[in-house]
Nanobody, 128 residues
């Protein structure tokens, strides 16, 4: 299973970016899994950002990004997105997509130990 994240870059505060994460692998049925985004800022631990249920009907956000970020998915393209608006310098981090161990179920939670597959990360830098 491979999760390929892309879309990071340098943006000014108040700007927007859209991250994408595309899954591949013969044994991985993307549409069966909830997906999530995490991020790790320089010198800090990785933290949960957002998650979406396998069918896209439910989402869950960290308080720090609620109202500014939107997670979505296109199961036909095996891709999950993170639309980031109103970016702040404190959003600067490497962003990772992840898939949980469990198929179906509700929206995945924010615990890293619940996730079995991780992308390589994409760097987002927000300048002030």
């Amino acid at each position: 299973v491979q999760l390929q994240a892309s879309g990071g870059g340098l943006v000014q505060a108040g700007g927007s970016l859209r991250l994408s994460c595309t899954a591949s692998g013969r044994t991985f049925s993307f549409s069966n899994y909830g997906m999530a985004w995490f991020r790790q800022a320089p010198g800090k631990e990785r933290e949960f950002v957002a998650a979406i249920r396998w069918n896209g009907f439910n989402t869950y956000y960290a308080d720090a990004v609620k109202g500014r970020f939107t997670i979505s998915r296109d199961n036909a393209k095996n891709t999950v997105y993170l639309q980031m608006n109103g970016l702040k310098p404190e959003d600067t981090a490497v962003y990772y997509c992840a898939a949980p161990y469990v198929q179906y179920g509700g929206v995945p939670g924010g615990r890293e130990n619940d996730y079995s597959y991780w992308g390589q990360g994409t760097l987002v830098t927000v300048s002030s």
